[in-house]
């Protein structure tokens, strides 16, 4: 290993911290022996907070319509080949009701910007959920809204909320989106969430069109100033009906050597081994685990909409029924160790 990618390890283990210019170096200096000194450190710290528990989260993906146009998105709205839906508060209901019976004890309801969606809508949805259920987690992931829908929201009972910030340099958010998605208001957005009182989850692709370590290392600074309870980071997949789609995927073995370094930055962050890194490798999520992740997010869509849910192409879990999919995720977790548990899964500050 390089002598400079070693100091650096040591210095983010023992201060949490690196300046923008260290995070930068630190990247570009990845190889297979600072990959495996982050992967022990991040692990050791993880199991000192968590030990070998794994906490999971049930995905519904309520609806597939949204009003914008990310150039990355599989369902971005001019893309006309997506076959649109949208469940209703039954059905959504029902999925919870499901999940609750599996052993889920957070809902993650996620979605596009659809303005079916309303404060009504969702804060009637949200209350139920937890009237049936009031020893689980609401999770929200529906995108950009006001403050006062932000507030509306947890006063009827939303546990979290989470907006990846995409991208936390400014240029490069305006190449990943139109011109009326403003980075500003992004930002805003996960400035509101927190203030409200939300845990709040921010996060990023992993080799999204147009990042190097200079974009990567902002969004580490970012992470370290911003101090997200949940932190959503997975490679980007490109989807056949976007602007991007001959770019290439996003790397394994970035994404975990990110991992790892943000376990290190913030130690008691909750952090998925996501859909998209199962995706890009068939042993991805069991890969994130080793490397300092604590959640997994599997399925909970009925299996009717699960293919239109497609953000990216060749996404896994499409075919799978919920009991399957959290039963399989079980089965990994299991084979390499941990532990999938019945548990909200707040963090441990
Ligand atoms: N509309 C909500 C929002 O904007 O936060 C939630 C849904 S959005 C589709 C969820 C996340 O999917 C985005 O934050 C983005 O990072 C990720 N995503 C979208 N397209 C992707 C792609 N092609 N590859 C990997 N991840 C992608
Ligand atoms: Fe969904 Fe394996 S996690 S089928």
Do not use: W
């Not at 290993?1 to 949490?16: C, Q, S, T």
């Not at 930002?187 to 992993?206: A, W």
């Not at 952090?271 to 890009?280: H, Q, V």
């Not at 009925?302 to 060749?314: A, F, I, M, Q």
Request: proline share 4%.
């Amino acid at each position: 290993m390089n002598n400079l990618a070693g100091e650096l390890i040591e210095k983010l283990y023992i201060d949490r911290s690196l300046t923008e210019e260290e995070y930068a170096g630190l990247i570009e200096l990845r190889d297979e022996e600072s990959a495996a000194l982050l992967r022990e450190y991040a692990v050791k710290v993880r199991k000192s907070i968590y030990g070998n528990s794994v906490f999971t989260r049930g995905l519904i993906e309520i609806s597939n319509i949204c009003k914008n146009d990310c150039y990355y998105c599989g369902i971005r709205a001019g893309n006309k080949h997506c076959e649109r839906y949208r469940l209703t508060p039954q059905e959504i209901l029902m999925c919870a009701d499901e999940g609750y019976r599996l052993g889920f004890r957070t809902f993650v309801m996620q979605g596009g910007e659809d303005s079916y969606f309303t404060d009504e809508v969702l804060c009637d949805i949200i209350s139920e959920i937890k009237a049936r259920h009031s020893d689980c987690a609401v999770t929200l992931s529906l995108g950009e809204r006001s403050r006062e829908s932000y507030q509306r929201l947890f006063d009827a009972g939303a546990d979290r909320y989470l907006l990846r910030h995409e991208t936390a340099d400014k240029e490069h958010y305006e190449k990943l989106h139109p011109g009326k998605m403003s980075f500003d208001n992004r930002m805003r957005c996960l400035r509101d969430l927190k203030e409200i009182g939300y845990q709040v989850g921010c996060g990023f692709m992993v080799g999204s069109p147009y990042q190097t370590a200079k974009e990567l290392a902002k969004d580490l600074k970012f992470i370290e100033s911003f101090k997200p309870d949940m932190c959503g980071i997975g490679p980007f997949i490109p989807h056949k009906d976007t602007l991007f789609k001959d770019e290439p995927a996003g790397s394994l073995e970035l994404t975990c050597y990110l991992l790892s370094i943000i376990r290190l930055i913030h130690p008691p962050v909750l952090l998925p081994a996501t859909t998209a890194l199962g995706t890009i490798h068939p042993k991805g999520r069991e890969l994130g685990i080793l490397v300092g992740a604590n959640v997994v997010m599997p399925n909970l869509s009925p299996v009717s909409v699960r293919k239109k849910y497609e953000l990216y192409d060749n996404k896994i879990c499409t075919g799978e029924e919920s009991a399957q999919c959290r039963g399989c995720l079980s089965a990994r977790m299991q084979s390499i160790g941990y532990e999938l548990v019945s548990d909200r899964g707040d963090i441990k500050k």
